[in-house]
């Protein structure tokens, strides 16, 4: 298996820089070493690498008043709770129980807002009877989710929360970002981060995506703190220049891919000045 690696130390892999049969992959070792792949043990159990055991475990912090990180090593979501209700974005993995992790905070009704539809987003939505999704990743839900359709313009208030939506294709076709300028809180999904921002698979466009970034700058003087899907929270709203940046110099062709090995089919890692790629070959 080979590996590339990242400026902010993150080994892009065979499971796109997350995980790999629920044993965390993604960090190196403070040595150095790669974590790429930890050896099984000799008797047959699972690896753990230097992350610890195979076990995922979600963290819950409190960000400011009302606002909660729901945190593990491969996704993340967000929690806000008001007086009468309380505000989900995303849902995990599947495996978390996302609803358990919801409940140990409130007990409030619960409204869910989806990013977009990959399976680290959207694998806890089983437990909802619906969730706000944009109607171009809906056909990525389950069977049985009432869709509640959000376009660009479109608003979602939770008490003193009040998040605009604004449509960022790339990443996925139906990608959006929440804003709430009052807070200054951006959460982007997994379009606007450090990287490997992962644009494999079907309905990626680098094209629309560097448009998204673009787009995004008209944005950016509201924009304090940047919530991504994956890696460090929160960065700073340099990001979405940096994005636009480099999603640029890679369709100008300015980036040298390096092949990596993607859940057995090979892949390139593109890295720019602050954010890397991760293509289909």
């Keep these: 298996m080979t590996g590339a690696e990242t400026p902010d130390g993150y080994t892009v892999n065979s499971d796109g820089a997350w995980t790999e049969d629920n044993v965390v992959q993604s960090r190196n070792m403070t040595d150095g070493t790669d974590m790429a792949k930890a050896d099984s043990t000799s008797d047959g159990g699972e690896s753990s690498g230097s992350w610890g055991s195979s076990e995922i475990t979600v963290t819950v912090d409190a960000f400011m008043d009302h606002m909660y990180v729901l945190d593990e090593p491969r996704t993340r979501a967000y929690l806000f709770v008001g007086e009468d209700k309380a505000l989900l974005v995303d849902t995990l993995m599947a495996d978390d129980h996302v609803e358990d992790i919801v409940r140990s905070v409130t007990d409030l009704p619960i409204e869910v807002v989806i990013t977009h539809g990959h399976p680290d987003h959207i694998g806890g939505i089983e437990a909802f009877d619906s969730c706000y999704i944009n109607e171009n990743d809906a056909s990525m839900l389950p069977e049985g989710i009432t869709v509640n359709v959000i376009r660009e313009g479109s608003e979602i208030v939770c008490d003193d929360f009040c998040f605009e939506i604004i449509e960022i294709p790339g990443h996925t076709d139906g990608s959006i970002a929440l804003l709430d300028r009052a807070h200054g809180i951006l959460i982007s999904g997994d379009s606007v981060q450090s990287g490997p921002v992962i644009m494999t698979g079907e309905n990626v466009s680098m094209q629309a995506y560097a448009d ?70």
Excluded: C, W
Excluded at 219 to 225: E, I, P, R, T
Excluded at 242 to 269: Q, V
């Design 212 to 281: 998204s970034m673009k787009k995004l700058l008209d944005y950016a003087d509201d924009v304090v703190y940047i919530f991504a899907g994956h890696h460090d929270y929160p960065s700073s709203r340099d990001y979405i220049q940096y994005a636009y940046e480099d999603a640029l110099a890679y369709l100008n062709g300015e980036l040298t891919g390096s092949p990596i090995t993607m859940m057995g089919a090979e892949s390139m890692l593109y890295q720019g000045a602050h954010v890397s790629f991760l293509l289909d070959q």
